[in-house]
């Protein structure tokens, strides 16, 4: 069965603290794995695909990577405004292939 | 702001009622897919819809249906509603009719069902 399990399910960090979310995947074969950011009361926001083992995305302290089983959003000295839901999505490349989400990492930056 | 607008923001109803949630995906987009958040299940897609057309089904419901009109927003019905039906359901919208992971979704519509 095709699954996205995400850790850890919550992170607080100070400012300037960098750290790693880990997304573990399990699908029969990917096309894409994705990124996004929810903040509370509002819809997730895009960040990255990312299509093969190796590829590394980038946007401002945020950087994603991707291994065959899992994927990694690295957080370099975070800033509050950081703070946010982050959820990672794998689509399956079978022909019934729907986006599966993730539980999300929430992440608190403190000041 | 991601240009998928979503309609109402808020809505709380009693079981066994009917609720028509709305979305207007972004100009030029003609794929829409809804989702459910909830705290316990996560985003779990419901449907697809590409250009007026049926695309992909997820885990919807029979109580529940959408449709597509020709000037392309959506609609998501729910009826006969149950307390477990409170969630946050959340409309996004593509270009491409494939199922496609980069979505822009609507800032949603929470229903609170009592």
């Known amino acids: 069965e095709d699954q996205v399990t995400q850790s850890p399910e919550a992170l607080r960090l100070q400012e300037g603290e960098s750290s790693s979310l880990n997304c573990s995947y399990t699908v029969s074969g990917l096309r894409g794995l994705f990124w996004y950011r929810q903040d509370p009361g509002k819809g997730p926001e895009f960040l990255f695909t990312?299509?093969?083992a190796g590829e590394e995305k980038e946007k401002e302290r945020l950087k994603a990577t991707l291994t065959k089983k899992e994927s990694f959003l690295h957080i370099t000295a975070p800033k509050p405004e950081d703070s946010a839901t982050y959820l990672c999505?794998?689509?399956?490349?079978?022909?019934?292939?729907?986006?599966?989400f993730g539980q999300g990492t929430t992440l608190q930056v403190k000041p | 702001d991601s240009g998928v607008t979503q309609t109402p923001k808020h809505l709380i109803t009693a079981t066994g009622q009917r609720v028509t949630l709305r979305c207007s995906p972004r100009?030029?987009?003609?794929?829409v897919y809804w989702y459910q958040q909830s705290l316990d299940q996560g985003l779990q897609f419901l449907i697809q819809y590409y250009n007026g057309e049926e695309r992909a089904k997820g885990n919807i419901l029979e109580r529940f249906s959408a449709q597509q009109f020709p000037d392309l927003h959506s609609e998501l019905n729910l009826s006969s509603l149950e307390l477990g039906d409170s969630a946050l359901y959340f409309c996004a919208s593509s270009v491409s009719g494939i199922h496609t992971g980069e979505l822009f979704f609507g800032e949603g519509s929470r229903l609170t069902v009592l």
């Open positions: 999505a794998v689509l399956p490349s079978s022909n019934t292939g729907k986006l599966i």
């Open positions: 100009s030029g987009d003609l794929s």
């Open positions: 990312l299509y093969s």
